[in-house]
């Protein structure tokens, strides 16, 4: 089986296909209530209804023509983007494809002329951290939150471009 995988920008039914794909895989993987699939489903609605492509961008990764993973950059300020809804399915991990959308959505920021890339996490999220960390993000805030109906650390990143 081929692992090629290709990126593409976002088309109609991505947004849906996100916001199911991640609450199934967050919900099965860590137990997370619906409250996170809403919380995605906000991010997505807010990218449609503010979309600049000028500067944002939504990225799907395709594998044999099916959909394995996205990533967001979105427009916080004229000089601030943030790093939104990283994911990939279990099928396509292990294939350099976290860190290939991180590094998508990095040049992008920097073409766009944003001067820092942000982003939020959980610190469960040990892989996606492992890939932020790697590519130069640099953690700044930590703090204790019940959400999702866990009790977990909330961490924000930072990102000189």
């Not at 992008?108 to 001067?115: D, E, M, W």
């Not at 959980?122 to 204790?144: M, P, T």
């Amino acid at each position: 089986m081929s692992s090629t995988i290709t990126l593409r920008h976002h088309e109609a039914d991505d947004m849906s296909w996100v916001i199911r794909q991640q609450g199934l895989l967050y919900q099965q993987e860590y137990g997370w209530d619906e409250s996170f699939e809403a919380l995605v489903a906000q991010i997505c609605a807010d990218f449609i209804k503010n979309y600049d492509p000028q500067k944002e961008r939504c990225w799907i990764a395709e594998m044999q023509g099916e959909r394995v993973g996205s990533i967001f950059c979105v427009k916080v300020s004229e000089d601030v983007a943030k790093l939104r809804l990283l994911f990939v399915l279990s099928k396509a991990r292990g294939l350099g494809l976290g860190t290939r959308l991180v590094e998508e959505c990095i040049r992008f920021a920097k073409r766009s002329g944003y001067k820092k890339l942000t982003l939020w996490t959980n610190d469960v999220l040990v892989q996606a951290r492992k890939i932020y960390e790697k590519n130069g993000f640099k953690l700044v805030e930590e703090e204790h939150h019940h959400s999702f109906g866990h009790d977990l650390v909330g961490q924000n990143w930072d990102l000189d471009l």
